[in-house]
Nanobody
């Protein structure tokens, strides 16, 4: 499995970023996709997930109403639109794929820094 994550960077509080995760090497449309994040000194946490069809999404409480996960199965890509960013959103964001047999793949991570 190969992942190409992009879209991270430095943004001011209140700003927006859109993360993308393009994958290859497995049947993307058979996998639920998620975004996790890990801040320095903290455990990795689930941010948002979307089922294989793209019809069901779930969000962690801290990002509800601000982040939107979506996917394009024709492009083998999952997205995370992040709005109204806060300093506490600063972390390395990881793309994750999981199927019903609990086979999991991870991306390499992309840094998001929210600071003025």
């Amino acid at each position: 499995a190969q992942f190409v994550e992009s879209g991270g960077g430095l943004v001011e509080p209140g700003g927006s970023l859109r993360l993308s995760c393009a994958v290859s090497g497995f049947t993307f449309s058979s996998y639920a996709m998620s975004w996790y994040r890990q801040a320095p000194g903290k455990e990795r946490e689930l941010v948002a997930s979307i089922n294989s069809a793209g019809s069901i999404t779930n969000y962690a409480d801290p990002v509800k109403g601000r982040f939107t996960i979506s996917r394009d199965n024709a492009k083998n890509t999952v997205y995370l639109q992040m709005n109204s960013l806060k300093p506490e959103d600063t972390a390395v964001y990881y793309c994750n794929a999981a199927n019903r047999y609990n086979v999991r793949y991870w991306g390499q991570g992309t840094q998001v820094t929210v600071s003025s």
